[in-house]
């Protein structure tokens, strides 16, 4: 006799209490870009479509400046991110077992389990000490502390890579008299690249919509994207708000739609 298996969907109130929650995510985004076109000043009142306020975004110089320094330090913190934890990725699943493996795991990850006000209070007073003692105030603390903060969005693809690959194709490269860095380069490296570029994305949109960590860490005149849209919203909120929102919105989607397509296996693999 057939048993039904048990489907979640078929539970009582699934349905609505799933509606609820993709209202509750998407109803103010939804909000936020269609706001984004109006012609008005307000952002709670409706007065026609126009593309006014993303022309005043373009044209403003602080918003341009803001977002240079975004790219910069986002590429930046993912670039440096994504080799340490593909080195961490490597060190830590190319190999047997061995003892304190699950606190390593827990250290690499800590960003993800302690709240980031406090990684970002930590890194202040660190920062603060070696401001106080060297007098450099420049952008190297910001690039440094988003690094750490995105080392574990780049670490978990990249180690899922690691564990979904098949270790016969190494064996057979040293089989074949291949050094350890020639199987790594030529079998190990070619099969981890979309793992690799997935992460890099992951960390580079991490960094881009970083506020906290920001906020705490920089100095004066080094404001990103969104600590310029934070500002501004203290002072005047106006629909120019909602159409950078909206750009930095499509920008992080279509970045991590690349990524999940890099992620996604391959018929055939």
């Known amino acids: 006799m ?3 298996g048990f489907v979640i969907s078929r539970l009582p109130g699934f349905n609505p209490i799933a509606g609820l929650v993709f209202v509750g995510l998407y109803l103010p985004i939804i909000i936020l ?3 984004s076109f109006n ?23 602080a918003v341009k400046a803001a977002t240079v320094r975004s790219l910069y330090l986002a590429a930046s913190a993912a670039v440096i991110s994504t080799f340490l934890a593909t080195l961490a990725a490597l060190g830590t699943t190319r190999r ?21 006000v406090v990684s970002a209070v930590a890194l202040l007073i660190f920062f603060a000490m070696i401001k106080q003692a060297t007098g450099y105030a420049g952008m190297g603390y910001l ?18 890579r690691l564990e979904g690959m098949d270790m016969t194709l190494e064996t057979a ?29 992951l960390a580079f949109v991490t960094s881009l919509d970083d506020v906290v960590i920001t906020v705490f860490v920089k100095s004066a005149g080094q404001d990103t994207l969104p600590t310029y849209m934070l500002g501004q919203m203290r002072r005047q909120l106006t629909p120019e708000i909602n159409a950078i929102g909206t750009m930095v919105l499509g920008a992080s989607l279509f970045i991590l739609l690349i990524a999940q397509t890099l992620l996604r296996p391959r018929k055939g693999k």
Request: neutral net charge; glycine residues 8%; hydrophobic residues 55%.
């Open 2 to 4: 057939a048993t039904k």
């Open 33 to 35: 870009v269609v706001y």
């Open 39 to 61: 012609a008005g000043r307000s952002v709670a009142g409706w007065e026609g479509f126009s593309l006014h306020w993303y022309t005043v975004a373009w044209e403003n110089d």
């Open 96 to 116: 047997k077992a061995f003892g304190g493996q699950t606190f390593i795991y827990v250290m690499i990850n800590q960003p993800l389990m302690v709240p980031e």
């Open 143 to 160: 690039i440094a502390a988003h690094s750490a903060f995105c080392i574990p969005f780049a670490y978990l693809p990249i180690r899922a």
């Open 173 to 201: 490269a040293s089989d074949l008299y291949a050094s350890n860095w020639q199987a790594f380069r030529f079998v190990t490296l070619p099969l981890l690249l979309p793992g690799i570029f997935a992460g890099m994305m």
